[in-house]
């Protein structure tokens, strides 16, 4: 499968500084149905439905000129969402101050905890856990992390 993920990305990054949203992620897979582009894009405050209207406009038209895939594709553009998966450095660093669930590996066994991310270090991250205890963990030891949304953070994403 030919991936297109840096020339969308190099597109999308045009089309973001005009509007002033930032990309979170692109995800590309292969269903049955053809290929499908996904592009979540954010701001400080979130973006709005019509915002990633307009976006998937600009970048459509840009993809449809360029003729670059050849094949069927589908494109999304969405947010990432209140419970946003954690991926790039940057993601651990949009996400201070804010519950995450967390799963990593320690001697060869799967944990997983939830808690508050205090740091965000060079290599590693520091969670406050459910007892109050601070837990550093390796970036290369992460298997999986996103955000997690709760009622007392409901004031804070109105």
């Not at 999308?12 to 930032?22: E, P």
Request: net charge negative; with cysteine; aromatic share 6%.
């Amino acid at each position: 499968m030919i991936h297109y993920r840096t020339a969308i990305e190099d597109i999308a990054r045009r089309i973001c500084a005009d509007m002033h949203v930032s990309i979170y992620d692109i995800e590309e897979k292969m269903t049955q149905k053809g290929r499908i582009i996904t592009v979540f894009v954010t701001r400080t405050g979130g973006v709005t439905l019509d915002e990633c209207a307009q976006f998937s406009y600009a970048l459509s038209a840009e993809l449809d000129a360029l003729d670059m895939i050849a094949e069927r594709y589908f494109l999304e553009v969405s947010s990432p969402g209140l419970e946003r998966p954690l991926k790039l450095k940057i993601h651990y660093l949009s996400a201070i101050n804010e519950m995450i669930a967390i799963q990593w590996v320690q001697a060869d066994q799967k944990i997983h905890t939830a808690g508050k991310l205090l740091e965000v270090n060079p290599g590693s991250m520091v969670v406050e856990g459910k007892n109050g205890e601070r837990i550093e963990i390796p970036y290369n030891a992460v298997n999986k992390a996103r955000t997690i949304f709760t009622e007392t953070q409901k004031g804070s994403h109105k």
